[in-house]
């Protein structure tokens, strides 16, 4: 089993910055990425970004490119979304997951097999 928290979430300003964090526990040797993940209400769950524990390989989705930057410390099984000149269509939970060694691609939550609680993020405009 892999235990997965995530914090850092609140409330910003358009045009402000979070940092969430993700910590990760139990088996971490048996996942091969994390990915961040988010849900606004009324919508479906949708890819946020995601980096590889070995290689720190960076996925993102085409709607943060550019704004948010995933990177991961794996000393401490944590990775981290950094997300920078937030709009308010950012407003959402974020949900942190892991991903196991087998196949299929990191863009779908269908990888993850593990998740977080998530945290809120609300952007005011």
């Known amino acids: 089993q892999v235990q997965v928290v995530e914090s850092g979430g609140g409330l910003v300003q358009a045009g402000g910055s979070l940092r969430l964090s993700c910590a990760a526990s139990?088996?971490?040797?048996?996942?091969?990425?994390m990915g961040w993940f988010r849900q606004a209400p009324g919508k479906e769950r949708e890819f946020v970004a995601a980096?590889?524990?070995?290689?720190?390989?960076?996925y993102y989705a085409d709607s943060v490119k550019g704004r948010f930057t995933i990177s991961r410390d794996n000393a401490k099984n944590t990775v981290y979304l950094q997300m920078n000149s937030l709009k308010p269509e950012d407003t959402a939970v974020y949900y942190c997951?892991?991903?196991?060694?087998?196949?299929?691609?990191?863009?779908?939550?269908?990888?993850?097999?593990?998740w977080g609680q998530g945290t809120q993020v609300t952007v005011s405009s």
């Open positions: 997951a892991a991903a196991p060694y087998n196949g299929g691609s990191y863009y779908s939550p269908r990888r993850y097999n593990y």
């Open positions: 139990g088996r971490t040797f048996s996942t091969n990425a």
């Open positions: 980096i590889t524990w070995s290689g720190g390989n960076t």
